[in-house]
């Protein structure tokens, strides 16, 4: 393999993986937007999403697209009842106890996840095929083009449901002042039920598109939600274009320095930059000055 | 429309309104003076719920609303142009109106809605202009306005605004009131609260002058605005003046 073909293997593969963590951060955003609660059961969510699919669909045998939305909908189910449980009872919480909580949560479906399915790794089968498309001497797994495909998708849903929907734009004006939200008559509670819910959602997709490639356990979770969050920060935190640019930069870093340094450090690229971003610059490359600072609950 | 008996407020233990009775009625602007701190602020936001910790009697078209929430209250017809706009800073001007009329989706067709929105158009055509602007980037005049567009586009019976011309230069200023006056005369009402006695009491027909939770003076606008105690603690510069 030449070299030349030997980086855009890599590059194929950066933009795999920063795929995933872009989509891991649009689910931290959407909490964090409308709530200022960074949300560390999101990489549970990512979890879930991918167990619920290989459950659903390669023991109890359920097609494939019925799985994949049933997947979907368990999970953003899941994500609601955690608001209605565990933040929605709460009172002017502040936002350590709002992080703690989420630990608590993470925890928790990581211990359930375990007994329900056991500590075993699980594999799902491609959307369509395995068999590698050659492009220049690098290859590219079908599972890739699902990948990019439905990052893609759920980007210009969001785009959709963000702009041009009443609902989108009941929850944006929650996000930019509360008060006002509530004067108008919005239902400031819902909103935030809705963003847990649409977070969970976006998280478990992520985790279905990419059980193919990377299995499933139940302890994957925590690991994504630290790329994940990372790259929310790197993207500047509530930018969702941000999210996606900045997934797609850590993911090409990591398989960059996988390839050329040694796979063993490229769990610690991810977090080098959040310290980075964290010391130069903490509103992220596209995150306003005001963003980098905490919200007020 | 609206009668006020015996409203007391608090925040967690300090009590801001020390019973306050007042009354609008249909069709009229009412204005509420009094200095910083005194409980304006806290007596709007009793009334559409934003402080709920408030007993007393709070009567709308004769419902009592005192334990609603902002989203019932609302929904009845009560609109708050708050202190300070509390825009949606982020957002388009267009989207800061359409969530003016968020509680009317359901049940208002939505050619209605549109109408309304030409109509606060038709009275600011600034805004028109301005529609696809984000709302924060807007100057303090304009951000004024759309805050009363936004509370317009709730079809409120009763309109309560809170120092609309807070922070502006005299000539946005005058064309705030002249706004005030043309919702007037289109048979809105007003409840307002201003720092600019002189101002507000020239377009009221009643005021209250409210001092440290209670209210201490109430009358006709026109007689308060010759009333020496009012004068002298309200209307200072003015009557300096005069003297010097
Ligand atoms: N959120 C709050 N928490 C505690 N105290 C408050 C709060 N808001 C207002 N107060 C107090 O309640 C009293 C009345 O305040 P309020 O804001 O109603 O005055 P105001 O008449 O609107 O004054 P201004 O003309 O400066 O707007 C003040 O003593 C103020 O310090
Ligand atoms: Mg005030």
Redesign the interface.
């Known amino acids: 393999m030449s070299l030349g073909s030997q980086l855009l293997q890599y590059l194929f593969t950066g933009i795999t993986l920063g795929t995933i963590y872009g989509m891991v951060a649009l689910g931290f955003n959407i909490i964090y937007s409308s709530t200022g609660i960074i949300n560390l059961a999101q990489g549970e969510f990512v979890m879930l999403g991918g167990m619920m699919m290989i459950y659903l669909t390669t023991i109890i045998k359920l097609p494939m697209v019925v799985g994949f939305f049933l997947s979907i909908l368990i999970v953003a189910l899941m994500g609601a009842l955690f608001e209605r449980g565990a933040i929605h009872p709460l009172k002017n919480p502040s936002v350590i106890t709002l992080i703690i909580i989420t630990i608590a949560a993470s925890i928790l479906f990581k211990g359930g996840a375990m007994f329900a399915w056991g500590k075993e790794t699980f594999a799902l089968p491609a959307f369509s095929g395995e068999e590698p498309v050659r492009v220049l001497g690098a290859t590219i797994l079908p599972q890739t083009l699902w990948i990019l495909g439905i990052m893609a998708a759920t980007v210009v849903f969001l785009i959709f449901f963000f702009g041009f929907t009443?609902t989108g734009?009941?929850m944006?004006?929650c996000a930019?002042?509360r008060?006002?939200?509530?004067?108008?008559?919005?239902?400031v509670k819902t909103m935030v039920l809705l963003s847990f819910a649409l977070s969970a959602a976006i998280g478990a997709t992520a985790g279905i598109i990419i059980a193919p490639i990377a299995l499933m356990d139940y302890n994957r979770g925590t690991m994504l939600a630290v790329k994940g969050f990372s790259v929310a920060v790197l993207g500047g935190l509530g930018s969702n274009v941000g999210a996606v640019v900045a997934g797609f930069i850590i993911g090409i870093m990591e398989s960059l320095g996988a390839g050329f340094i040694s796979s063993g450090y490229k769990d610690a690229i991810a977090l080098v930059v959040l310290l980075l971003v964290l010391f130069i610059k903490p509103g992220g490359l596209l995150g306003s000055k005001e963003k980098g600072e905490f919200k007020k609950f | 429309m609206l009668t006020i008996r015996n409203l007391k407020s608090y925040y967690g233990r300090m009590q801001a309104l020390k019973g306050v009775s007042l009354h609008v009625e249909e069709g009229e602007v009412v204005s509420l003076i009094g200095a910083n701190g005194a409980g304006k602020t806290t007596l709007l936001n009793s009334i559409v719920g934003l402080v709920s910790s408030r007993t007393g009697q709070i009567l709308f078209s004769d419902t009592d609303i005192i334990q609603r929430n902002p989203r019932q209250i609302i929904r009845m017809g009560v609109s708050l142009v708050p202190e300070g706009r509390q825009l949606f800073a982020p957002l388009t001007v267009i989207e800061n109106l359409i969530l003016g009329a968020y509680q009317r989706y359901r049940k208002d067709k939505k050619s209605e809605i549109k109408s309304d929105l030409e109509k606060v158009f038709v009275l600011f055509p600034i805004l028109k202009e301005r529609k696809s602007q984000i709302a924060g980037t807007l100057s303090g005049g304009e951000q004024q306005m759309l805050a009363i567009g936004r509370s317009l586009m709730a079809k409120p019976k009763l309109i309560l605004m809170d120092e609309p011309s807070m922070g502006l230069a005299p000539l946005i200023t005058t064309q705030i009131f002249q706004i005030i006056s043309e919702l007037h005369k289109q048979g809105t009402t007003i409840l307002l609260v201003e720092q600019n006695a002189e101002a507000a009491l020239r377009i009221s027909s009643r005021a209250y002058v409210i001092e440290t939770g209670r209210v201490v003076l109430q009358g006709m606008s026109q007689e308060l605005l010759h009333n020496q105690e009012v004068r002298r603690a309200y209307l200072g510069r003015e009557y300096k003046e005069v003297w010097e």
């Not at chain 1, 008060?179 to 239902?187: D, Q, W």
């Open positions: 009443l734009k009941a944006r004006a930019a002042n008060t006002a939200a509530s004067l108008v008559g919005i239902n």
